[in-house]
């Protein structure tokens, strides 16, 4: 019996190693929170890092400098955009490795881990206006090779940002096409940026960064409309002009 025991353990280390952890994180992490696996083999993996306030980007681990393996921020692109949780980012220890192979990872909520990176930004922005904040989404294809121009600039730009695969949300993709033909933008290719409800098709650079500071489209107040002015009534006549 301890035997078959301890054989059952084996197999299951040994198990798939592309499933997820889902264990609570020690960094605040609410509930579960599942974790990236990351082992030097597993596919579709994109870290990054920052060397000098300049962001990096690689898709392999022998693509990163050993200085900073140590903390790597790590996104598993086998998960549809539309389903992962952008209030949360995920940390791998390149130098810690267990018996199965596979690296260290825990999560972290974004807030806390930009606050932590950039303590006077925060607190600037948290005396700002919640008002104030800027929506950004951008919508894509899974094939798109500007796309994944654009998802390397928004991590070296710092923007969060949210992404829909039209593709898969055909939702998404109509109401898309809607907002177009209302502000008289090309929705028929990617990436297009909608940026507090204003739309920006392709990747530009300039483009998206003038968008960021336009007001909401959507939140800002209409403007008054003007009544029509009935037509004045035509004055009675006194009955003593009146002629019989």
């Keep these: 019996m301890i035997l078959g025991i301890g054989v059952f353990m ?94 260290a990872v825990r999560a972290v909520e974004r807030d806390k881990y930009e606050a932590k990176r950039h303590p006077a930004q925060t607190q600037t922005a948290q005396k700002a206006d919640n008002s104030s904040q800027v929506s950004v989404v951008m919508y894509s294809t899974p094939h798109c090779p500007h796309c994944k121009r654009a998802r390397r600039w928004l991590l070296e730009q710092k923007i969060q940002y949210k992404e829909v695969n039209v593709e898969e949300n055909e939702q998404a993709a109509a109401a898309l096409a809607q907002k177009g033909l209302a502000q008289g933008a090309p929705t028929s290719g990617v990436p297009m940026f909608e940026i507090n409800g204003h739309l920006v098709p392709g990747f530009d650079p300039t483009a998206i960064k003038n968008a960021l500071s336009l007001p909401p489209l959507y939140n800002s107040p209409a403007p008054p409309r003007t009544q029509p002015v009935p037509p004045a009534s035509p004055s009675p006549i006194p009955p003593s002009s009146v002629t019989i």
């Design 10 to 103: 084996v197999s299951c280390d040994e198990s798939d190693t592309r499933k997820a952890d889902t264990k609570p994180s020690s960094d605040g992490a609410a509930g579960k929170v599942t974790t990236p696996v990351v082992t030097d083999s597993t596919p579709k993996l994109l870290f990054s890092w920052f060397e000098e306030n300049t962001a990096k980007t690689a898709v392999s681990i022998d693509e990163i400098p050993d200085n900073v393996k140590k903390e790597v921020r790590v996104q598993d692109l086998s998960i549809p955009p539309e389903k992962r949780d952008p209030s949360w980012i995920f940390l791998a220890d390149l130098t810690l490795k267990n018996a199965a192979g596979r690296y």
